[in-house]
């Protein structure tokens, strides 16, 4: 038989294995826990507190600890030696079969490899990318979206002062239409194609590219949502789209010839 550890080295091992004994009710787990927790000598785990000091101490009445350690002893966790008297006290003790089981799962448990101190942790080789010491990981620069982006500012339709990233969200077209960038993703690009659609035009991202302003991606438009069906306002405005995309196809169509 192999020698048992001390109490102190094993207490975890031995309240684990009634804290997962379903057959153990919570009043006489906790009475169980709260004596190797608080009173148990180091060496032999031996603890003889009363049935008062151990009540007081959980919020139980004393015949309910008396109780709740009779439970623990028809388990085979505790042996107990009751007391004769008030001035003599029960003494409660592991039972050398239940520190035998928590010697084994310790022993069992010290086969596995700590990890190594010297360098705070287990040594591992390196592997992954270098990272920067600026706070950050340098990569270099993509270069086709830079292209995507130089592409996307040259098929721009032309439009004058501001250009198609001014830093205002207005502008005038060439004819003097008063111009309004809409973000693209919006409900107000959703409003616009569905009008297009009841007038059999394709939709604004078919139709035009996509042009910068302010960090993002969008449409300039004769307004930020459609003029009222059979409006001279939106008569104006379907025109103007007409005008815009018929431009913007022959252009790139001159773009593809050369």
């Known amino acids: 038989m192999s ?3 001390p109490f102190c080295k094993i ?5 684990l294995e009634m804290v997962t004994d379903h057959e153990l009710d919570d009043n006489a787990l906790r009475v169980a826990l709260y004596l190797a927790l608080a ?3 180091h060496e032999t785990g031996e603890s003889r507190p009363s049935f008062e000091t151990i009540g007081a101490a959980i919020g139980k009445h004393a015949k309910s600890v008396k109780r709740a350690l009779n439970k623990v002893e028809a388990a085979g ?4 030696e009751r007391g004769t008297n008030k001035g003599n006290s029960s003494r409660y003790r592991p039972t050398e079969a239940a520190m035998k089981r928590a010697t084994e799962r310790r022993r069992e ?7 190594g101190r010297a360098k705070g942790g287990q040594s591992c080789p390196q592997s992954g990318t270098d990272l920067s010491a600026k706070g950050g990981q340098d990569r270099p620069p993509n270069r086709e979206q830079e292209l995507r982006k130089e592409r996307g500012r040259a098929s721009a339709p032309d439009l004058p002062d501001e250009g198609q990233s001014g830093e205002t969200r207005s502008k ?4 003097g239409q008063h111009l309004v960038f809409v973000p693209r993703g919006i409900c107000f690009v959703r409003d616009w194609n569905e009008r297009l659609a009841r007038e ?3 939709t604004l991202e078919r139709s035009l590219p996509m ?3 302010e960090h993002h991606l969008g449409y300039w438009l004769p307004a930020r949502t459609p003029a009222p069906v059979g409006s001279t306002e939106w008569r104006d405005q379907l025109d103007f789209l007409r005008n815009l995309i018929r431009e913007t196809s022959e252009n790139a169509e001159h773009r593809h010839a050369i």
């Open 3 to 5: 020698e048992l550890l």
């Open 11 to 15: 207490k975890l091992q031995y309240l």
């Open 39 to 41: 009173h148990a000598d």
């Open 77 to 80: 966790y505790m042996t107990i």
């Open 109 to 115: 448990g010290d086969k596995v490899v700590p990890l």
């Open 172 to 175: 005038r077209a060439p004819d």
């Open 200 to 202: 059999g035009m394709t």
């Open 211 to 213: 042009s910068p302003h």
